[in-house]
C-alpha cells in the first residue's frame, strides 16, 4: 500500500542552524510533491510544491530537493528563527489535480533562541 | 492570505445532535476539499467536489455529507454527532494557479461529549 514517511521523532535545533526535515515514501510515482507548514491549531499553509523532473526549489531561506530513484524528499531551512517552529507536512499529488493529495503525518520542528 | 472561511473554529456539543461546519471561499475555486486530521496524524480526505452540484467521497469513510450548491460554498453536515466524530476538520480550495497549492481555511475543532 501506499505510504508516506516523515522525521519519526520532533526536531530541536539551536537558532541560526539548518534544519533538515525528510519525507519517504513507498509505492506511489508521484508526479508532484508539496510542503505545507501547520501551526498547532491551524489550517496548512502552502510552501514549496517540487515537480517529478525537478532536483531541487528554492525560495528565500527554504530549500526542496526530490529524489524519485531514492524516493525521497529533503525540506531545508537555512539560518533558523524561532517562527520556523511548526509542524511541516509533505504532501504528493500523483496528478497534480489534487484531487488524490496524500499527506503524512508531518515533523514538529522546534527551532531553539 | 487564503480567503477561505471556516466556521464554527471551536464546537462542543453532545451526542445526537446535527450539526452543519461552514466553509466558504471568495477565490472562484471550482475544486472544494473536507479533511479530517487527529492529533499528531495525517490529513485524510473525506468529501470533494469538482464544483457546483459534484461531490465524492474521499478515502476516508465519513458518515458526514456535503453539497455544493453555490461555487463559493461547501458545507459539511453530521445527522447525528458522536464521540468518535471528534477530530479537527479542515476545508480547502485547489484553483488554477502555478504553484499547484491548496488553501486551507483555519479548521474547525469538533467535540463530541
Known amino acids: 500500500s501506499q505510504k508516506i514517511e516523515q522525521n519519526s521523532e520532533a526536531l530541536n535545533i539551536q537558532e541560526g542552524k539548518t534544519a533538515t526535515l525528510t519525507c519517504n515514501y513507498t509505492n506511489y510515482s508521484p508526479a508532484y510533491l508539496q510542503w505545507y507548514r501547520q501551526d498547532p491549531g491551524r489550517g496548512p499553509v502552502f510552501l514549496l510544491l517540487i515537480r517529478e523532473n525537478e532536483k531541487e526549489k528554492r525560495k528565500e531561506r527554504l530549500k526542496v530537493t526530490f529524489d524519485t530513484t531514492l524516493k525521497q524528499s529533503l525540506f531545508h531551512i537555512t539560518a533558523s528563527q524561532p517562527a520556523d517552529s511548526a509542524t511541516y507536512l509533505c504532501?504528493?499529488?500523483?496528478?497534480?489535480?489534487?484531487?488524490?493529495?496524500?499527506f503524512g503525518s508531518g515533523t514538529q520542528l522546534t527551532v531553539l533562541p | 492570505e487564503a480567503d477561505i472561511y471556516q466556521t464554527p473554529r471551536y464546537l462542543v456539543i453532545g451526542t445526537g445532535k446535527k450539526i452543519t461546519l461552514e466553509c466558504s471561499q471568495t477565490m472562484g475555486h471550482d475544486k472544494m476539499y473536507w479533511y479530517q486530521q487527529d492529533p499528531g496524524m495525517e490529513l485524510h480526505l473525506i468529501h470533494y467536489s469538482y464544483g457546483v452540484n459534484s461531490t465524492e467521497k474521499g478515502d476516508l469513510s465519513s458518515e458526514s455529507t456535503v453539497s455544493r450548491i453555490r461555487t463559493e460554498h461547501f458545507p459539511l453536515t453530521l445527522e447525528s454527532a458522536r464521540p468518535s466524530h471528534t477530530s479537527q476538520y479542515l476545508c480547502a480550495s485547489f484553483g488554477p494557479t502555478n504553484t499547484g497549492e491548496l488553501f486551507f481555511g483555519e479548521g474547525s475543532r469538533l467535540t463530541v461529549l
Open positions: 504532501a504528493l499529488d500523483p496528478s497534480g489535480s489534487a484531487r488524490q493529495l496524500t
